[in-house]
């Protein structure tokens, strides 16, 4: 009795703790309501930088909306507090709008979606009296009558509702309008947008910076007060925690509007937001709200995000195992838990609870961040029961409450950089429950802790643990544990005792031997990652007997008992599987045991060879065939594959998106007899083709069956097949290629939809073909690189190129001049040229590049000492002696850069031609003395930037170098110092 209620005592504080009350439910609507209520009467004087904003719904309502067919839906979405309808309210309120509609009405909806009550409200706001109605079919035909083949604007304010069929009770009625009849709705959640939308959403983005100080100043300071600099100095800085949320920048202007003292104003700059007074700002109620409303279950997933930093990337899968490690995701019959957070995620995210989402290669969900005004209510529910610490050198003790369940440590940006990290000491406690480091550094542990209670244990970036024996023994309840990237060689045996892990991830541990034979012990395992740790030789025997498993990254193929392909029989892998190792298959039949056919959820396979050179093609051919996957699958990769044929199953890939093939010898044609040589019913939505060091690659197809080839296809990657030539592939936007012979350069007009071409040379070709990029008129984007003995260009290679925009030629060392067709890019906005030291040939009527906006010269050439290395030797050029006079005819330039150019001596007087021009950067050049006269004379020069130019740094010392009075008209100049460091990220 007495644990049942210590139980009900728990839930009880649970319930205080996610701001649970008892209140009786039409009271709670009606003050809510009451509390909402919004006008079309604008409450806002200005509306700082939504001007855009305001511009693009207006320009919807009163030109696009007509040619919609039936009543356009336009919803604007936002977090809370950030103006949606304020406006609203203006673009109501603007005269094209009220020109352009008969009849215009406002109605503030609010959490209640009651249709009868939302009719009611649209007829007395149409009308300005009381409707006397009461039943729901005299009401809906009052509202007709009033709407019919009217050109109408109702405004929906503050929308909730996620029910397809309530919302669809009330657009009905409105389907009786006229032309360019429209509905403007504003809501927190996509979702809504989703459901009422008729044309994209109009998500509105943060305030800057400036636009939030006016609106601080505004309530700040009134117009009465006067401005302080010291407290504008420190409001401005205040402002920054508003994150462009209009609301915080209005309720922290309010706060500070009657404290004049500048310690009051440093008190709130230092605070954090869930800090401060709630009956003094509006800033966390009005994001509560969108709190309140979500089920429990997300309530307590979504505080729990207060253990990561604010801005912080979080990544979908480690939250949802986060999520299982601390038993915050009830399991439900028809569900796996990771499916249920996955859809948690989704239902967050839509509710405007996560941004600035990145989507994986299945383009679901990959990462997302969490607005820091999220964050700091996040934080503020959870209270002490959740820290986050960053830790520099001078921390030696992280001193926690008893009440602290989860521990995020970070640390400074230099701290551990070349020595490594020390984790503080840590007083052992019984309530922490997560414990989790977030560094690209070394971190160093001492691992003698008592956290007996702890469910997670991620030990950051590079981990080195004194004893992994020792933390493992006292982390029985350990559900979660990170030691990816960490240096450890052997895993111990003890960790088959946390018979309670869900989740091991030791991806890239590059020093990692061996696992544990008694693996099989960890029956509850779901995820094991193993990707990167390439000293593995096999995994531990009988690893099918984890049936809980749900992600095995990588499956090490060995010929020992118990390591062979059919341990994947019955393990229903999830996500992503790489195969390697199949020269250790014994037979198909083993292949086929693996049973991949039947994992419907598997979305990524990587199938490789370690070496091919003792199997025959024809055993390779068996085993490939053997190793079918599931029709769903969307991404493929095959390495080292010794056969001449790819496998019938080829042809069934319908859902494949992206497509790998590498080092083949044998292959020369990718469909050979699949499908019939009809590609096209093979491969029907693959986007993304990779194609290397297929040497006798000869086609794609033995049979040529036109532009119905890939019809999807949309991006086409070339590296190293010298006999292969290219199909006509209307559909394919980008294409790089890479040390290719002329066949492929000959064959690249065939992609007559190309906007994007990159073409990276070798040694071998000392000439391009004469009809090369003959009919490419879509191309927008061209690269051309590394072509050391190319000496000219085709002198009507840009003959049929009318929509060109950037051009980059790189480490094409003997070209010596551009053709004459180069004049003909009128609309060629870009150009960079680096390491071509005889390029001095321009073609004259360059005042035809009336786009021309943006010009790079670099003379720079960068050695690496290897590949995997970060070091690089940088060299500058000794040919450029003076700049081309024919650059003095760009007279749309506004950028111009010239780098590292060893002898150029001295700026020509005709730079100020260049009477557009607006930044300018000289880098890198010694013996360049002086600038010319005329420099005086680019009044639109707004930027200045030299660097690296010792004779020239102390001529234009700012106020006493010779040069300075050349320059000083100029807004923004920066003159470096000789001994500044040179980083390669300025010059790249």
């Not at 007997?545 to 499956?555: A, E, H, P, S, W």
């Not at 892998?573 to 598997?602: D, M, W, Y």
């Amino acid at each position: 009795m007495k644990e049942i209620g210590d139980r009900l005592d728990q839930i009880g504080n649970e319930r205080v703790h996610f701001h649970l009350r008892e209140v009786a439910v039409g009271e709670r609507r009606s003050r809510i309501r009451e509390s909402r209520q919004t006008g079309s009467v604008i409450t806002q004087p200005d509306l700082y930088g939504r001007e855009e904003d305001k511009e693009r719904a207006v320009g919807f309502l009163i030109n696009d909306a007509v040619n919609c067919s039936g009543t356009s839906v336009y919803c604007i979405v936002g977090l809370g507090g950030m103006g949606k309808t304020t406006l609203a309210q203006w673009v109501f309120n603007d005269e094209r709008v009220s020109s352009h509609f008969e009849l215009k009405m406002w109605v503030c909806v609010s959490e209640e979606f009651d249709v009868r009550r939302l009719i009611k409200a649209i007829i007395e706001s149409g009308t300005g009296k009381a409707c006397e109605a009461l039943e729901m079919d005299p009401l809906q035909k009052q509202l007709q009558n009033m709407l019919q083949r009217k050109r109408f604007l109702i405004v929906l304010d503050d929308v909730w509702n996620e029910d397809h069929e309530e919302w669809d009770k009330l657009r009905y009625i409105m389907e009786c309008g006229s032309n360019g009849a429209s509905v403007v709705v504003t809501t927190r959640l996509k979702k809504v947008a989703s459901i009422m939308g008729t044309v994209a959403m109009h998500g509105l983005t943060g305030l800057s910076d400036d636009d939030c100080w006016l609106l601080f100043k505004q309530r700040a300071f009134g117009s009465q007060r006067e401005e302080q600099p010291n407290l504008v100095k420190i409001g401005k800085e205040i402002v920054k925690k508003c994150k462009g949320v209009p609301l915080a920048a209005k309720a922290l202007g309010g706060l500070m509007c009657f404290k004049s003292e500048e310690e009051e104003w440093l008190s709130v700059m230092h605070s954090e937001l869930w800090n401060l007074p709630e009956d003094k700002t509006s800033i966390l109620p009005a994001l509560r709200l969108s709190y309140l409303h979500l089920p429990v279950e997300h309530k307590r997933c979504f505080s729990y995000c207060a253990i990561f930093p604010k801005d912080y990337r979080i990544e979908k899968r480690k939250l949802i195992h986060l999520w299982m490690a601390n038993g915050l995701i009830s399991s439900k019959p028809e569900l796996e838990v990771e499916d249920i957070g996955n859809e948690m995620i989704s239902e967050l995210y839509w509710r405007s609870f996560f941004q600035d989402v990145v989507k994986g290669f299945d383009e679901s969900i990959f990462s997302f961040k969490m607005h820091d005004l999220f964050h700091d209510l996040a934080q503020s529910i959870m209270g002490d029961k959740c820290r986050t610490m960053e830790v520099n050198d001078v921390t030696l003790a992280i001193n926690l409450l008893k009440r602290v369940h989860h521990l995020t440590c970070t640390f400074s940006h230099q701290f551990g950089r070349i020595i490594g990290i020390q984790i503080p000491t840590i007083p052992s406690t019984q309530s922490l429950r997560t414990f989790m480091v977030l560094t690209n550094s070394t971190v160093n542990y001492d691992t003698d802790k008592n956290f007996r209670s702890l469910r997670v244990f991620d030990g950051g970036y590079n981990t080195h643990l004194s004893s992994i024996s020792s933390l493992v023994s006292n982390l029985k309840h350990l559900r979660y544990l990170n030691l990816s990237h960490s240096r450890i060689e052997v895993l111990p045996d003890s960790i088959c005792l946390l018979h309670h892990l869900l989740v091991l991830d030791l991806t890239s541990c590059h020093n990692l031997q061996k696992l544990p034979k008694q693996m099989i012990r960890l029956k509850g395992l779901h995820h094991l990652y193993i990707g990167g740790c390439y000293k593995l030789s096999h995994l531990p025997p009988y690893i099918g007997q984890l049936t809980c498993l749900k992600t095995l990254t990588n499956f090490i193929v060995d010929r020992r008992k118990g390591c062979q392909l059919d341990e994947l029989n019955h393990l229903d892998i999830e996500g992503s599987l790489q195969i390697s190792n199949l020269e250790k298959v014994k037979s198909p039949l083993e292949a086929r045991f693996a049973n991949l056919s039947q994992k419907k959820n598997l979305k990524r396979l990587d199938l490789s060879w370690h070496s091919n050179e003792n199997e025959s093609e024809v055993n390779a051919k068996h085993i490939l065939d053997a190793l079918a996957p599931s029709t769903d699958l969307r991404w493929l990769n095959i390495t080292n594959y010794n056969g001449t044929h790819f496998p019938h199953w080829f042809g069934k890939l319908t859902s494949l998106r992206d497509l790998y093939i590498s080092r083949m010898k044998l292959v020369q044609y990718i469909d050979n007899d699949i499908c019939h040589g009809d590609l096209r019913r093979s491969f029907g939505c693959l986007e993304y083709l990779y194609i290397t060091n297929l040497p006798n690659l000869e086609g794609f197809s033995r049979q040529e069956v036109g532009n119905e080839m890939f019809e999807c296809l949309s991006t086409l990657d070339v590296d190293e097949c010298p006999k292969l030539t290219l199909p006509k592939l209307g559909s394919v936007k980008s294409l790089n290629v890479r040390n290719v012979g002329q066949h492929v350069l000959k064959s690249i007009s065939n992609l007559h939809g190309l906007t994007r071409l990159r073409i990276n040379g070798d040694d071998n070709i000392q000439e391009l073909p004469i009809d090369f990029l003959t009919g490419l008129g879509t191309l927008e984007h061209l690269e051309i690189s590394n072509f050391s003995e190319l000496k000219c260009l085709p002198e009507g290679m840009f003959r049929d190129c009318s929509s060109l925009k950037s051009i980059k030629i790189i480490s094409c060392k003997k070209i010596q001049a551009l053709p004459e067709s180069f004049r003909d890019l009128t609309v060629l906005e870009s150009m960079k040229l680096v390491e071509c030291p005889v390029l001095k040939g321009f073609p004259s009527g360059l005042n035809q590049l009336i786009s021309l906006r943006t010009l790079y010269m670099s003379g720079i050439t960068i050695n690496w000492f290897s590949a995997s290395s970060y070091g690089c030797n940088l060299c500058a050029s000794h040919k450029l002696v003076v700049l081309p006079e024919a650059l003095q005819h760009l007279c749309s330039l506004e950028y111009l850069n010239i780098s590292f150019f060893l002898e150029l001596a001295t700026l020509p007087d005709w730079l100020e031609n260049l009477r557009v021009l607006k930044e300018l950067y000289i880098i890198g050049c010694p013996d360049l003395e002086s600038l010319p006269m005329s420099m005086q004379r680019l009044t639109n020069l707004k930027k200045l930037s030299i660097r690296y130019c010792p004779k020239l740094e102390k001529r234009c010392e700012k106020g006493k170098g010779e040069d300075w009075h050349k320059i000083s008209h100029i807004p923004d100049v920066y003159v470096s110092h000789i001994t500044d460091n040179i980083h390669i990220g300025d010059i790249l």
